[in-house]
């Protein structure tokens, strides 16, 4: 009921209204996999990042539009209350709540948008991750990068309480700011230099939290060699404590200043191949293969293995083995 609550209620923004009608859009994904360790061995069916959500825009005066969004996220392999696939232990309702946002955006001065908002930390690893919101995704259990990019909250992918700019696109560069209004003023400040021209994409973020008086940057390149090949790296390092916080055995240690990856496509025709390596410092690595095939432009099928190593006594390795289909609609 909360979805079509927000649906009737971002609906009546645009009611007589010239602009387009309000777009109706989501995602559904399913995947059954296995880990050895995680969820004791069990092989499962789980949701990973299902999402339905409502978007528009109205024009305004000045070539200033209005423009919004509401999105949530949706489990589709349980009824009520179950365990949601994107985390072992937390325990969800059907319905959670994504990005969910108003805003204003002019082709001459960028966009500025209020509310729970994805930061431009989150955004640019994004782009250099062939299997996003997916099992095998870099920002989830592999750990292939930080927990900056996951979760919801002034210091997460998902922000809270925030405002975010992004300027105008000045020949391939942009500029992306935010700020997260936290209460007790733990608030958190972002602010990123994102490029994406042919075949290069390269992104520097810098992020500070006022609560856990800390900080964190992030390096990130792609590129594509032909049509072929893509080859992207991103490197993070940071006070252990944005790090550490989402990884309940690392907490003691305070041992995860750092997160790198380094991953590489092979494309022909409809199927991708990809391998990827990656290590949080003093905590742990992992690597995977998989495959990613196109049934159409909005349907996927994929498989893949990945293995994940600790540095720690006593705890023992895991692997992965899933196999997932998503459509976009």
Same mark, same amino acid.
């Given at each position: 009921?909360?979805?079509?609550?927000?649906?009737? =209620?971002?609906?009546?923004?645009?009611? *007589?209204?010239?602009?387009?009608? $309000?777009?109706?859009?989501? @995602?559904?994904?399913?995947?059954?996999?296995?880990?050895? !360790?995680?969820?004791?061995? +069990?092989?499962?069916?789980?949701?990973?990042?299902?999402?339905?959500?409502?978007?528009?825009? +109205?024009?305004?005066?000045?070539?200033?539009?209005?423009?919004?969004?509401?999105?949530?996220?949706?489990?589709?392999?349980?009824?009520?209350? #179950?365990?949601? #696939?994107?985390?072992?232990?937390?325990? &969800?309702?059907?319905?959670?709540?994504?990005?969910?946002?108003?805003?204003?955006?002019? &082709?001459?001065?960028?966009?500025?948008?209020?509310?729970?908002?994805?930061?431009?930390?989150?955004?640019?690893?994004? &782009?250099?991750? $062939?299997?996003?919101?997916?099992?095998? @995704?870099?920002?989830?259990?592999? *750990?292939? !990068?930080?927990?900056?990019?996951?979760? @919801? *909250?002034?210091?997460?992918?998902?922000?809270?309480?925030?405002?975010?700019?992004?300027?105008?696109?000045?020949?391939?560069?942009?500029?992306?700011?935010?700020?997260?209004?936290?209460?007790?003023?733990?608030?958190?400040?972002?602010?990123?230099?994102?490029?994406?021209?042919?075949?290069?994409?390269?992104?520097?973020?810098?992020?500070?939290?006022?609560?856990?008086?800390?900080?964190?940057?992030?390096?990130?390149?792609?590129?594509?060699?032909?049509? !072929?090949?893509?080859?992207?790296? !991103?490197?993070?390092?940071?006070?252990?404590?944005?790090?550490?916080?989402?990884?309940?055995?690392?907490?003691?240690?305070?041992?995860?200043?750092?997160?790198?990856?380094?991953?590489?496509?092979?494309?022909?025709?409809?199927?991708?191949?990809?391998?990827?390596? #990656?290590?949080?410092?003093?905590?742990?690595?992992?690597?995977?293969?998989?495959?990613?095939?196109?049934?159409?432009?909005?349907?996927?099928?994929?498989?893949?293995?990945?293995?994940?190593?600790?540095? &720690? =006594?006593?705890? +023992?390795?895991?692997?992965?083995?899933?196999?997932?289909?998503?459509?976009?609609?």
């Amino acid at each position: 009921m909360r979805f079509f609550a927000a649906a009737v =209620a971002v609906g009546s923004l645009v009611s *007589g209204a010239v602009a387009a009608s $309000p777009v109706l859009y989501g @995602e559904a994904h399913f995947s059954i996999n296995k880990f050895d !360790q995680l969820n004791d061995g +069990e092989l499962r069916m789980d949701s990973h990042h299902s999402a339905i959500g409502i978007k528009g825009s +109205e024009d305004l005066d000045h070539g200033v539009k209005l423009i919004y969004k509401a999105e949530f996220g949706y489990d589709t392999t349980e009824y009520n209350g #179950g365990v949601d #696939g994107d985390s072992a232990t937390e325990e &969800r309702s059907s319905f959670s709540d994504r990005d969910q946002w108003l805003g204003l955006a002019s &082709r001459d001065w960028g966009v500025i948008r209020f509310g729970t908002i994805s930061t431009g930390y989150k955004s640019s690893g994004a &782009r250099l991750d $062939p299997l996003y919101r997916t099992v095998f @995704e870099q920002r989830g259990y592999l *750990g292939l !990068q930080s927990s900056l990019h996951s979760g @919801e *909250g002034p210091n997460a992918g998902r922000s809270t309480n925030t405002m975010r700019i992004d300027s105008p696109d000045w020949d391939g560069v942009k500029l992306v700011a935010s700020y997260a209004l936290a209460e007790l003023k733990e608030n958190t400040s972002a602010v990123g230099v994102h490029y994406e021209k042919s075949r290069l994409k390269a992104s520097f973020d810098y992020l500070k939290s006022e609560s856990k008086k800390a900080a964190a940057y992030k390096l990130g390149v792609g590129y594509a060699l032909g049509k !072929q090949f893509n080859l992207s790296f !991103q490197y993070e390092a940071a006070d252990e404590v944005l790090f550490d916080e989402a990884v309940v055995s690392a907490v003691d240690l305070g041992v995860i200043d750092s997160v790198y990856k380094i991953d590489m496509s092979y494309v022909t025709g409809n199927n991708a191949w990809i391998i990827a390596y #990656g290590a949080q410092s003093g905590y742990s690595s992992s690597y995977l293969l998989a495959w990613d095939y196109k049934l159409s432009p909005n349907t996927d099928i994929y498989a893949g293995y990945a293995y994940k190593g600790f540095d &720690r =006594a006593g705890v +023992e390795s895991d692997t992965v083995v899933a196999f997932g289909l998503k459509h976009k609609f």
